[in-house]
């Protein structure tokens, strides 16, 4: 039975055409001397021939037609080497069908082979025609990584999907298999980073016992290409008493970190460096001592350096005791820092300027520090988006920040040139996905939401894909091959989002979920201490209007921009709608270009929501036939889940609205049931 264990990697019996495609290019396999990567490759290789065409290929000695030829430029017959192969770097690789026959899987380093492999099977996985199999592709970033959550009780912050897969307690002697098929399932993908544990850190992770359970993940994973890296708390020598300050300037305390930093290498050979959250929602740092962001992270880059680590600085920052609005004050701190970082520190930035919400503008930061590599950081785990009951396909979220132009350059530069380092040549590259993985059978908490760690995997390998084309993909090797069948699903992925978007915070409404938890509607709630965590700080609702101002005449966040873009949605007719609230405080009777009212518009966008929804449920409904009963039972019960938390979404949002506007339902509103 399906229970979602086995996530895109199920390599399930293919329908004749192409079991009989595969055993023709797969009869068998030549294999270099073997490193544990390249047998990762082999032994993944047979899993998939075997499982899709219940025959397992054989071994072979040397290249013939209809052999899969895995090699380096060392290792392969001048005749099967591709041309141009050092182009492709480290992790690249090209697959290709050759004219003699044989399957060619080609890289400079048996990472690349790998890849390659995992290549080879997607493709003979969706259906492509393997004979005239010809790809060559390498990512556009270096760095590569999900970003676990986890505590080190084995909870997960934000997580929905069950405790942490990392089995603390039995760690170090005990390796679940688990830990091998997480690294297969990031390998196939091209993720090369694990940040192993919450950014909201504790100084335990950095002791001895704990680097060695680190050391016994980073062996399991080293094969599969990927590194580990802790996420570090910033006052952890002071609080395991080891120092009496934690001020990055004291020289004790950079000999601490130059001290773990060697500790944590002579376990971790090619560890990847330390994350660190400071001085945001309580977290210590440098600014606890008067000193910059760029004097921690410098500390702490200079610790690691020797050894070929980096920083992964977080630029999430904001602070009670600042009246700023919070959507500014990232770029406020970190912009007079660029250029001050040293040279293994990047910075990540979360993709909008708030918090992961269902809609927001892209961070201004992107384009605005043009000296510092700057991280994307998406989140996978759907805080805000319905958690892990509610089908939300976020790949079209990252696309939509990716492809955001900044404008900071003549002809435009996107998010995601930024992030492939447009700016900053020659220093890292790298995005970051806060995970969506636990212990549940599904991994992800959901079947749908595997495809936001395949989709955030794929675009971390190319920011610039397409978010439809990978549904397609994932879709394909998940569900069903049959054509019209994945038109559907597909369908459905693609419009998910907007759905979400629709019933929670349409028009540019953002952060008004219950607090704390932040599943469910609560635009009420006012009397939250730090005003910044209270709803009405973000939708400003009153009996004149709606919206946050950051416009000149407001916040003027909008100035944080480059000025086309802040010309351009310094006025309410000119801005995106889906954006129209976050920049600007409207009257009701704004007369919105569908010609209602704004309260009109906002009533009928609830509503619209809550049909997707039901869309969203009728359309998974009618592809029973094709999608295996079981995994059909666990979506379908989610999607009504879904509908009736979309409904609820409405009813509340649109009768807390009424209520402060004063204004009555438009005729023809739905009522609630
Ligand atoms: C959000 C989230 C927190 C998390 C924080 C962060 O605010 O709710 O749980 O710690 O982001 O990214 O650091």
Not at 72 to 77: E, F, G, V
Not at 227 to 244: D, G, I, M, Q
Request: net charge neutral.
């Amino acid at each position: 039975e399906e229970d979602g264990y086995d996530l895109w990697l199920r390599y399930r019996p293919l329908p004749q055409a192409g079991r009989d495609d595969v055993l023709r290019q797969a009869q068998a396999i030549v294999a270099p001397r073997s490193s544990a990567t390249v047998q990762a490759a082999v032994t993944e290789l047979r899993r998939g021939v075997q499982g899709m065409t219940g025959q397992a290929p054989a071994d072979a000695a040397q290249p013939r037609a209809g052999a899969i030829v895995l090699g380096t430029a060392a290792t392969l017959p001048p005749a099967l080497l591709p041309d141009g192969l050092a182009a492709l770097g480290r992790e690249g690789y090209a697959v290709r069908r050759m004219e003699s026959g044989e399957t060619v899987i080609a890289a400079n380093t048996d990472i690349g082979l790998l890849y390659g492999a995992f290549a080879w099977l997607r493709a003979a996985n969706t259906g492509m025609p393997l004979d005239r199999l010809d790809e060559r592709s390498a990512p556009k970033l270096q760095l590569r990584v999900l970003n676990h959550w986890d505590n080190l009780d084995r909870t997960v912050e934000r997580g929905y999907a069950g405790e942490s897969i990392w089995n603390w307690w039995a760690l170090p002697d005990v390796r679940d298999r688990r830990y091998t098929d997480y690294a297969r399932a990031n390998a196939s993908l091209g993720i090369n980073g694990t940040v192993l544990n919450n950014v909201n850190s504790k100084p335990e992770i950095l002791t001895a016992p704990w680097i060695a359970k680190a050391a016994a993940l980073a062996d399991v994973l080293r094969p599969y290409g990927i590194r580990v890296y802790l996420s570090a708390r910033f006052s952890t020598p002071l609080e395991l008493k080891e120092t009496a300050t934690a001020d990055p300037l004291a020289p004790e305390v950079a000999a601490w970190w130059a001290r773990k930093a060697d500790e944590i290498y002579r376990a971790i050979p090619d560890f990847g460096g330390f994350l660190v959250k400071a001085n945001s929602e309580g977290q210590p740092g440098p600014q606890d001592y008067h000193r910059s962001h760029a004097d921690g992270a410098n500390m702490l880059a200079a610790a690691v350096a020797p050894h070929g680590g980096v920083v992964m600085w977080r630029a999430f920052v904001y602070a009670a005791e600042n009246p700023a609005d919070r959507a500014r004050q990232a770029y406020d701190e970190f912009t007079p820092l660029d250029g001050k970082f040293a040279k293994n520190v990047l910075v990540q930035v979360k993709n909008g300027p708030i918090d992961f919400q269902p809609r927001e503008p892209f961070h201004p930061l992107f384009g605005a520090m043009p000296k510092t590599p700057l991280v994307m950081e998406f989140q996978i785990t759907k805080e805000y988006l319905g958690y892990a009951t509610h089908l939300a396909y976020l790949g079209t979220m990252f696309e939509e920040a990716l492809r955001s132009d900044t404008a900071r350059a003549p002809g435009g530069l996107t998010v995601a040139q930024v992030v492939e380092g447009a700016q900053t040549p020659g220093r890292p590259t790298g995005m970051a996905g806060v995970a969506n993985i636990g212990s549940e059978r599904t991994w992800s908490g959901s079947h749908f939401d595997q495809a936001n760690w395949y989709a955030y995997g794929r675009l971390a390998w190319n920011p610039q894909a397409s978010s439809r084309a990978i549904a397609r993909e994932w879709a394909a090797q998940t569900f069903t091959r049959e054509p019209r069948a994945l038109d559907d699903i597909v369908g459905m992925m693609s419009m998910s989002r907007e759905a979400v978007v629709n019933y929670m915070t349409p028009l540019g409404l953002h952060h008004i979920m219950g607090t704390g938890h932040h599943h469910g509607p609560a635009p009420w709630v006012a009397e939250l201490a730090r005003p910044d965590w209270n709803p009405v700080y973000y939708h400003k609702a009153d009996r004149n209007g709606i919206g946050f101002d950051r416009t000149a005449r407001g916040s003027n966040a909008l100035a944080q921009y480059a000025p086309a873009i802040a010309r351009q949605y310094g006025d309410p007719r000119t801005t995106p709608e889906p954006l129209l609230l976050w920049f600007h405080h409207l009257p009701w009777d704004y007369a919105m270009p569908s010609g209602r009212t704004l309260w009109a518009e906002l009533v009928a966008r609830y509503d619209l929501g809550v049909t997707q929804a039901q869309a969203l449920r009728t359309r998974w409904a009618a592809l029973k036939p094709f999608v295996d009963a079981r995994r059909h039972e666990d979506v379908a019960a989610l999607l009504d889940v879904q509908v009736k938390e979309a409904q609820w979404w409405r009813d509340a949002c649109v009768a807390y609205f009424a209520s402060v506007s004063g204004r009555p339902l438009p005729a023809g509103t739905k009522r609630p049931a």
